[in-house]
């Protein structure tokens, strides 16, 4: 349903915009076929008949209002000594939330819910954070990786390459 306020800008949205925008459409293909000027009474007149046209077709159709139609209910008078939860008492602050005395100590259990992981696992060691390593060590550990590792030879291809583009020279001579 709209109300007052949305009415004038369903109005100017979706009945007046549009309805202009045709008009003046018309006014100049009227215009232009008339080979005219487009200030000139006949692209007007054409233009606005065509808004006016445009315009009431439009307010016609949005016009039309859905009215639903809403079940009766019986209504009921309710007493003021309907409960809603039942026979409860009502509950107090002091009832609810009993702050500890302050010769016991406030302590927090927390349970492990997870069970053990193996210390080989790679994702505690993922993110295992334990002291940060200092920029010697990661060299070291750099160093150490890369002497470890076998590094396969490179072949050395210059004298194919060499031989291919001689080849190529003699093919385009």
Do not use: K, Y
């Not at 100017?12 to 925008?21: C, D, G, Q, V």
């Not at 065509?50 to 008078?77: C, K, Y």
């Not at 590094?151 to 003699?170: G, I, S, Y």
Request: charged letters at 25%.
């Amino acid at each position: 349903m709209r109300g007052r306020s949305e009415s004038a800008v369903w109005a100017l949205a979706f009945e007046f915009a549009p309805a202009a925008i045709f008009g003046g459409a018309v006014a100049f293909a009227s215009a232009t076929a008339l080979a005219i000027p487009r200030i000139q009474l006949a692209p007007v007149a054409a233009g606005a008949a065509a808004f006016a046209i445009a315009s009431l077709a439009l307010s016609s159709i949005g016009r039309g209002r859905r009215h639903f139609r809403l079940p009766q209910f019986e209504r009921v008078e309710l007493d003021e000594t309907f409960d809603l939860f039942g026979e409860q008492e009502p509950l107090e602050l002091d009832t609810v939330f009993e702050p500890p005395a302050p010769d016991e100590p406030e302590e927090l259990l927390l349970e492990n819910m997870f069970p053990a992981i193996d210390p080989d696992s790679r994702v505690v060691r993922l993110f295992d954070r334990g002291p940060a390593p200092t920029a010697g060590e990661l060299r070291a550990r750099i160093e150490e990786h890369l002497s470890s590792a076998p590094r396969p030879e490179m072949p050395d291809a210059t004298q194919e390459l060499h031989q291919a583009l001689a080849a190529l020279r003699q093919s385009l001579r």
